[in-house]
């Protein structure tokens, strides 16, 4: 019978911003954090640290002065393993591929437990600075990049694009903020958690138009543990469980932008990589009950959401100015606040949007839990969604 | 050739905040741009033309790849005003960028020639120009 898996544990620090600056007195050490949320993920998900025989870590940022960081931390906690032990890199899609590959050791038979983890520190490296080497991660180096493109600046212009084509409004997009900044009230974990009005996401200074401060993410440091496990594993805890029952994932053969004309809006790596996965699963998009979506900027999580099939096309916005894609709507979409309020520590997003999507599909998630919650999704993605990686989860309680 | 594609050359003050790396390769199409030059790299074999220029192609990986002129004119596709730029650029901020449709089928992203009074449309018509900084060239667009 084929193999299947299961995420059983998860554990996270809030995010925020933890990284110190190199003369700070007291330093954050990435290390201590981490080993603590791996025992708290293990104790979560009701295993043995015997059981454990791959761990998939996300790549640290050049600011963590600590090299080999995953073999460092199997030092730490004493972890002997006989499946993989690897930082794995994707731009954006870093923490997403963590899940993937830490889900493959399972499908491969190299372990019945795994874990997908890691740690991003990178606040107290000023915004202009850390532009420095993100300008460098989308587009041509030599011929976007000297044009001062940065990687938001992709973004804007799908902003600017889907208001055109789609009649949207500056409102609609905005409400999106709202709608997030909503559900991470509700969220521990969450970054910026003070209720946010339409007028003052509106009011906001620009930073890259039509996006002002509150379309975009903040910038943070989080960390995160997931505990993934096979079915046999996982039924053996007697405890509720997400079973992955879909994945999908496409490259679109561009980096950026195609410089054969195409729908740039149409995000067709998404839309590919969801049906794949919604096949996979046997089920439709309609049934998806919640989304937790890698959307750095509201555009791109209206965007997402029509690709996927939560939404129709050209309608996303409207979704959320309408409270579709709220908790208590249609669909809710980025319960935990998504990354322009829940956070967005880039290489590890994904691992909060597994997070989330294991409280929820759990039954956990306290005020901001979707009622049944039976089909959750999550994306992650690099460049302007170029490739796209979807998982499809149901929950077995 | 009598079939080039001449670009109108506008000086620039200052030099290039982020300049592009030359291979023997991209050279050539720096080189000619500095002199007003508009032009890319077509498949010799498959005939498709490619930008930025390649040598080889992304569509037969076929290495017999020709020089050849670009059109002038295009669409603007999309575009936005950047406000928080990387620290090499926050002298030029806040500037617009965009991506344009040129005529000849291919889709390019630029530098936007931007003044208080420009008002950016998709779908408007716009032209290449060249931007001659006082260390090389750069390619931008403006309204026509």
Known sequence: MTRRVALIGASAIPVGRHQTPDDAALQTLEHEIMTRLVTEAVQDAGVNKEDIQSLVFTLPRPYTRQKYFHTFLMGQLRLACRGSVMEVMGNGMTAALAFDKACDEILLGRAEVALALGINMESAVSAAEHMMSSMRTTGDVDFHTSAGFTPIAWYAMDATRYLHEHGATREQLGAVAVKNRHHASLNPLAQYRKPITLDEVVAQRPIVEPLGLYDVPPRGDGAACLVLASEDVAKATGRPYALVRGRGFCHDGSHQISDVPNDMIAFEAAARASRDAYAQAGIGAQEIDLAELYAPCTIVEVLVSEAIGLVPRGQGARAAFEGETRLGGRIPVSTSGGLTSRGHPAYVTSLYNYVELAEQLRGRAGERQVKDAHWGLGTGELGNYNAALVHVLEAVR | ?144
Request: include cysteine; hydrophobic fraction near 40%; charge should be neutral.
């Open chain 2, 1 to 144: 050739m009598s079939d080039n594609t001449r670009l109108p050359c506008l000086p620039v003050a200052g030099t290039r905040a982020y300049p592009p790396r030359h291979s023997a390769f991209t050279a050539v199409f720096w080189n000619a741009l500095a002199q007003g030059l508009w032009q890319t790299t077509r498949c010799g074999a498959c005939g498709h033309a490619t930008f930025p220029p390649k040598p080889v192609c992304p569509h037969c990986w076929s290495t017999d790849m020709r020089w050849a002129p670009l059109g002038a004119r295009g669409r603007l596709y999309s575009w936005t005003r950047i406000h928080a730029a990387p620290a090499v650029f926050a002298a030029e901020a806040p500037y617009a960028v965009g991506i344009v449709d040129l005529d000849d089928g291919l889709r390019l992203a630029c530098r936007l020639l931007d003044t208080e009074h420009t008002t950016w449309t998709p779908g408007m018509p716009v032209e290449m120009v060249v931007l001659t900084y006082e260390d090389g060239p750069l390619f931008a667009a403006r309204p026509i």
